[in-house]
Structure formats: structure tokens, C-alpha cells
T-cell receptor
Framework: SQKIEQNSEALNIQEGKTATLTCNYT??????LQWYRQDPGRGPVFLLL?????KEKRKERLKVTFDTTLKQSLFHITASQPADSATYLC?????????FGAGTRLTVKP | KAGVTQTPRYLIKTRGQQVTLSCSPI?????VSWYQQTPGQGLQFLFE???????NKGNFPGRFSGRQFSNSRSEMNVSTLELGDSALYLC???????????????FGSGTRLTVV
């Protein structure tokens, strides 16, 4: 069956360190993979998109990689700050609609 | 510009009742998708509408339905509510189906539905 797994339900790191979040998928061949940030009581906010023919994308302190052989995407936040604390969701296109992983709750401690 | 607007923000209903939720997309956005979010299941895709037509549907029972109007506003309806329908219902908009894939989706803040 098809699955999207974000392997850590929660991740705690110290301010200034790099946070690395993982998104694995099985039985999909997505053309697009997106990452979103969600704060409590709010809807997800789009952060970054990477296409199947791209290996890496960067935006300010954010970096996303996409390995279609491993069926995995890594999401990095460098020089993390307490304001980066939130739940991060990966999403894949399935039949031209986005399906989401359960999310990883990141806490950055001062 | 105004974001995606969902009304109401909070709703409490009794088992067996029905409920209608509303979503107004960003001006110029014609595609609206609906998601159910629960702590146990995460974000689950309900359906997507574009130009008043349902393009895709997730794996939910027929009690969940939706529609889209000519001004792109969308409503979803849940009939015969069950306790398990308690969730945050989110809608997301994009200019069109392929635009969302290419540029991401804009979500509303959701409607928190509690069924008692």
C-alpha cells in the first residue's frame, strides 16, 4: 500500500544547530514534493517545492533534497531559531492532488 | 490581498446532525481542495474542485460532499455526523490544479468541528 512516513514524530534541537527532517514514501512515484510548516491552530504554510528531476533546492536557511531512488526527501533548517518551532509536513502529488505525511513537531530550545 | 477564508472557525454539533462549512479562496484562485486533520490520521484529502467540477475525491464515505460555486467559493457538507468526524477541516486554494503542484497551496486557518 502507499505510505508517506515522516520518521520522527518530534525532534528537539538546540538553537543554532541544523535540524534535519525526513520524509519517506513507498509505492509512489511523485513528480512533486512539497514541504509545509504548521503552527498550532493554523493551516499549513507552503515553504518549498522540489521536482522529481531536481536533487536539491534552497531558500534562505532552508534546504530540501529529493532522492527518487531512495524514495526520500530531507528537509534541513540551518542556524535554527526558537521561532522555527512548529510542525513540518511533507506532501507528495498523487493523481495531481497533494497527500500529506503526519508531520514532525520540531522544538528549538534557546 | 486577503487569504483563504474559512467560516465558521469553531462549530459544535450533535451526533446525527449535519453541517456545512464554507471556504472562500484567494481572489483569482479557482481550485479548492478540502482536507480533514485529526491527531491520529494527520491531513487526509477529501476532495478537490476546479471550475465548479469535482476533479478528485479521497477515501471518505458518501456522508462527505462538497460543491463549488461560479465565484470559486466552496462548501463542504457532512451529514449524519459521527463522533469520529470531530476534526480540523482545512481548505486550500490555488490558481488551478497544476499551479498548486508547481507553486504550492494556500491554506485557510480551518474550521474546528466538535461532534458531541
Amino acid at each position: 500500500s502507499q505510505k508517506i512516513e515522516q520518521n520522527s514524530e518530534a525532534l528537539n534541537i538546540q538553537e543554532g544547530k541544523t535540524a534535519t527532517l525526513t520524509c519517506n514514501y513507498t509505492n509512489y512515484s511523485p513528480a512533486y514534493l512539497q514541504w509545509y510548516r504548521q503552527d498550532p491552530g493554523r493551516g499549513p504554510v507552503f515553504l518549498l517545492l522540489i521536482r522529481e528531476n531536481e536533487k536539491e533546492k534552497r531558500k534562505e536557511r532552508l534546504k530540501v533534497t529529493f532522492d527518487t531512488t531512495l524514495k526520500q526527501s530531507l528537509f534541513h533548517i540551518t542556524a535554527s531559531q526558537p521561532a522555527d518551532s512548529a510542525t513540518y509536513l511533507c506532501a507528495l502529488d498523487v493523481n495531481n492532488d497533494m497527500r500529506f505525511g503526519a508531520g514532525t513537531r520540531l522544538t528549538v530550545k534557546p | 490581498k486577503a487569504g483563504v477564508t474559512q467560516t465558521p472557525r469553531y462549530l459544535i454539533k450533535t451526533r446525527g446532525q449535519q453541517v456545512t462549512l464554507s471556504c472562500s479562496p484567494i481572489s483569482g484562485h479557482r481550485s479548492v481542495s478540502w482536507y480533514q486533520q485529526t491527531p491520529g490520521q494527520g491531513l487526509q484529502f477529501l476532495f478537490e474542485y476546479f471550475s465548479e467540477t469535482q476533479r478528485n475525491k479521497g477515501n471518505f464515505p458518501g456522508r462527505f460532499s462538497g460543491r463549488q460555486f461560479s465565484n470559486s467559493r466552496s462548501e463542504m457538507n457532512v451529514s449524519t455526523l459521527e463522533l469520529g468526524d470531530s476534526a480540523l477541516y482545512l481548505c486550500a486554494s490555488s490558481r488551478g490544479p497544476e499551479t498548486g503542484l508547481d507553486y504550492g497551496y494556500t491554506f485557510g486557518s480551518g474550521t474546528r468541528l466538535t461532534v458531541v
